[in-house]
């Protein structure tokens, strides 16, 4: 049973950074790619970053290119999201998924609230 759960968020101010991590079970980790998306206040779900499974190619949504670093360490079947320049609007709930055999997996979320 493929789990993939989300931890590290919380309240931070703008500017300041957070960690996320994504621990996953269930299916074999290294075989595939993962991505981080989020969720804000009334808005849709978006994918801000995703891996390869051999962290050869990563890609980043341009609302946080430069400024969030997506890493995966596959000895630990755990993705991370390091978020940095933290803005008002990175407030959201934020999703690790992976694709497999014609199907999404998602996480349960974990909140980030940017605030002052």
């Known amino acids: 049973q493929v789990q993939l759960v989300e931890s590290g968020g919380g309240l931070v101010q703008p500017g300041g950074s957070l960690r996320l991590s994504c621990a996953a079970s269930?299916?074999?980790?290294?075989?595939?790619?993962l991505a981080w998306a989020r969720q804000g206040p009334g808005k849709a779900r978006v994918m801000v970053a995703a891996?390869?499974?051999?962290?050869?190619?990563?890609y980043y949504a341009n609302s946080v290119k430069g400024r969030f670093t997506i890493s995966r360490d596959n000895a630990k079947n755990t993705v991370y999201l390091d978020m940095d320049s933290l803005k008002l609007d990175d407030t959201a709930v934020y999703y690790c998924n992976t694709h497999m055999d014609g199907s999404d997996y998602w996480g349960q979320g974990t909140q980030v609230t940017v605030s002052s």
């Open positions: 891996i390869s499974l051999k962290n050869s190619v990563t």
């Open positions: 269930g299916f074999a980790f290294s075989q595939y790619g």
